[in-house]
């Protein structure tokens, strides 16, 4: 044929490597944030944000002054339009919050988001959508790798966290956050069994589920196991090859099924209370057996494939088995339904369990999954709702929710968020706030409305919508790791949605994008400064090196005016080196700028004595009453 390029030719060799190159750029924007805010505590800490963000933007930058070339559409521009008004609005939100400086910081955290979605929809295309999925689907089979790796291995990776009880958490650094990650590694991992094109990347997707599954169930997260279930229905409605997309399915939750069976039996690997050799006999045979059951994962796709291209179902008989399916669900609801009373019935026994007290731990970490308690959710949900009601128009403010919580009479643990992205929102952003969340979070549904349906954006699909499901009932929103990875998923849904024309954004557009990411880069540069130089001097501190935590302290100051906290690591640093009078002058500075920070009021009260330190003490105590750490540092202080 003539002009046609041939395999292997020099110049198909040349069109790969451009083809290659070309691609680079998103699989270097999903993978790197992805895995690295994901190993880094999950990105929840904002020494782990700001370089993030920079290189993130600076990639908009350079796209806009290099290539302006994109198939982006409406959706996209959309997308990118909501999510930047809800970081303005966050970001007004500083000038009303009852917690300036934290929100500040959610403000970073947000931009943090911005920044990694609108790179991937300007560096990606249509036909870039697989290639998404599998960089998300490597990034979370290498953090689940590892995690897993922490419990078969204990005694190489393994530690024992007091606050997760033995539930798997590392590198994320929360349970409930590890189980969520893994539950969208495996809902991709479906539907990049069903819907690749290579047999081989078939099987691969379907192996990657094996030590998925086993990961998510030694979180022992019950919500991440609901989400599943729900995004795997979400998945076959979003798809119209049901029958394929059933059959992956069986060929990858069987091995993986089986494997959480295993999983489940081993004594020492479920239990609190085990012996250190024990652990790593179980482990490691359990890790054998995971292995053999890869292998068994990628021999029934192999099978599969082999089937598919020798039978041919016809449609009348593919229609019949997915209405089969759903008339199966629907009668097992319904039978459920009619089991337990009907449907008031189902939903007062469902709320009881929920708002019941957590049962009494045992040693045993397999009962978790059988409790349907919230553990303390109710709670934390009502008071949620009680600061919307006295801020109904504005909300308190972005990440004002602690400074609330900790102010109740009834807060008795202490936490910063009130476990419901949701609910949270609504209190610290009010209804304009939520509602732009909200719109944020359904543009990726709009674009699979409109996109040609196919396996893959089904178990993109299912991903995304298992993590809004979660994030209503936990605080996965703060974990910017994995919740960038669901905004990448939700990414995948635009791609979909494209026509795939591409075309020339004008200079105009360009240059203006340009400056704004570069001159966010610079904001964001100085943020990861600041926060990096604070947790420096707090470093030093807990190591005793007073004169480098006064100073790197001294220089977050310079960096992060906005924020009490140098001020108040510096007064510690000057505790540290007995300079009582200058730790009282650092504390009351904080305490100017932020007069309700009940740890400032605390440090003050050991830096001064008699008159001073009772009226710090006592104004400690109004900002926090059910303080453990104030109650036990008061009845240290000698009266003065």
């Given at each position: 044929m003539p002009g046609a390029v041939l395999p292997h030719s020099g110049a198909y060799l040349e069109l790969e490597r451009q083809r290659r190159t070309r691609r680079l750029p998103a699989v270097l924007v999903v993978a790197t944030p992805v895995f690295g805010l994901a190993a880094a505590q999950g990105g929840y800490f904002p020494t782990s944000w700001g370089w993030s963000t920079t290189a993130l933007l600076w990639i908009v930058g350079l796209w806009a002054v290099a290539s302006g070339r994109t198939d982006a559409g409406r959706l996209d521009a959309g997308f990118l339009a909501l999510i930047g008004f809800f970081a303005a609005w966050v970001g007004i939100s500083v000038t009303w919050s009852a917690a300036p400086a934290l929100s500040v910081l959610e403000l970073e955290r947000t931009v943090l988001l911005v920044a990694g979605t609108a790179a991937l929809l300007l560096v990606a295309r249509r036909r870039d959508a697989p290639l998404v999925a599998w960089t998300l689907l490597?990034?979370?089979?290498?953090?689940?790798?590892?995690?897993?790796?922490t419990r078969l291995a204990p005694d190489r990776l393994g530690s024992y966290d007091p606050i997760a009880v033995y539930r798997l958490s590392a590198p994320i650094g929360y349970w409930n956050g590890l189980g969520i990650f893994a539950v969208m590694g495996l809902?991709?991992?479906?539907?990049?069994?069903?819907?690749?094109?290579?047999?081989?990347?078939?099987?691969?997707?379907?192996?990657?589920?094996?030590?998925?599954?086993?990961?998510?169930y030694f979180t022992y997260s019950r919500g991440a196991w609901l989400a599943l279930g729900i995004g795997i229905t979400a998945l076959a409605a979003a798809t119209p090859r049901r029958l394929h997309v059933l059959l992956a399915t069986v060929v990858v939750g069987a091995p993986a099924t089986l494997g959480v069976v295993l999983a489940s039996r081993s004594y020492a690997l479920t239990h609190r209370v085990t012996q250190l050799d024990r652990a790593v006999d179980d482990g490691r045979n359990l890790a054998l057996a995971l292995l053999v059951l890869c292998a068994v994962a990628v021999g029934l796709v192999l099978l599969l494939d082999a089937a598919d291209r020798r039978v041919s179902v016809p449609r009348r008989a593919r229609l019949a088995v997915g209405a089969s399916v759903w008339l199966a669900v629907a009668v097992a609801i319904v039978a459920g339904v009619v089991r337990y009373g009907g449907p008031i019935a189902v939903v007062e026994r469902g709320w009881d369990a929920f708002a019941a007290p957590p049962p009494r731990e045992t040693t045993s970490l397999n009962s978790r999954l059988t409790s349907f308690s919230g553990n303390g959710r109710v709670e934390l949900w009502s008071a949620a709702r009680d600061v919307y009601s006295d801020n109904s128009l504005t909300g308190g403010g972005a990440g004002s929710f602690e400074r609330f919580w900790q102010a109740r009479a009834d807060a008795t643990q202490r936490v910063r968020d009130a476990h419901g992205l949701y609910i949270e929102t609504l209190a610290e952003l009010g209804p304009i706030g939520l509602a732009l969340l909200l719109a944020v979070l359904a543009m990726p549904l709009v674009g699979l409305a409109t996109a040609r349906r196919t396996p893959l954006l089904g178990g993109a699909a299912g991903a995304y919508v298992a993590f809004l499901l979660h994030a209503g009932v936990d605080w996965d929103w703060e974990l910017s790791g994995v919740t960038l990875t669901a905004l990448f998923v939700g990414c995948i849904l635009l791609l979909g949605s494209r026509s795939g024309d591409v075309r020339h954004v004008g200079s105009g557009p360009r240059l203006t994008l340009g400056a704004v990411g570069a001159a966010a880069g610079v904001v964001a540069s100085i943020a990861a400064l600041g926060n990096g130089t604070l947790a420096s001097a707090r470093d030093a501190v807990d190591e005793g090196d007073v004169a480098t935590a006064i100073s790197d302290a001294h220089r977050a100051d310079q960096l992060m005016p906005w924020s009490p906290e140098p001020r108040i690591v510096r007064g510690e640093a000057e505790l540290a080196g007995n300079d009582n009078a200058a730790a009282a002058r650092s504390f009351g500075a904080a305490i100017a700028q932020d007069p309700d920070n009940w740890r400032a009021w605390?440090?003050?009260?050991?830096?001064?004595?008699?008159?001073?330190?009772?009226?710090?003490l006592a104004k400690a105590r109004s900002l926090y009453p059910r303080s453990t750490e104030i109650a036990n540092t008061a009845a240290k202080l000698e009266p003065s």
């Open positions: 490597g990034a979370i089979d290498a953090i689940a790798l590892y995690a897993l790796a809902l991709l991992a479906v539907g990049l069994t069903a819907g690749a094109t290579r047999p081989w990347h078939r099987a691969a997707a379907a192996a990657s589920a094996v030590p998925l599954a086993a990961t998510l605390l440090d003050l009260a050991i830096a001064t004595h008699g008159a001073e330190r009772t009226q710090a």
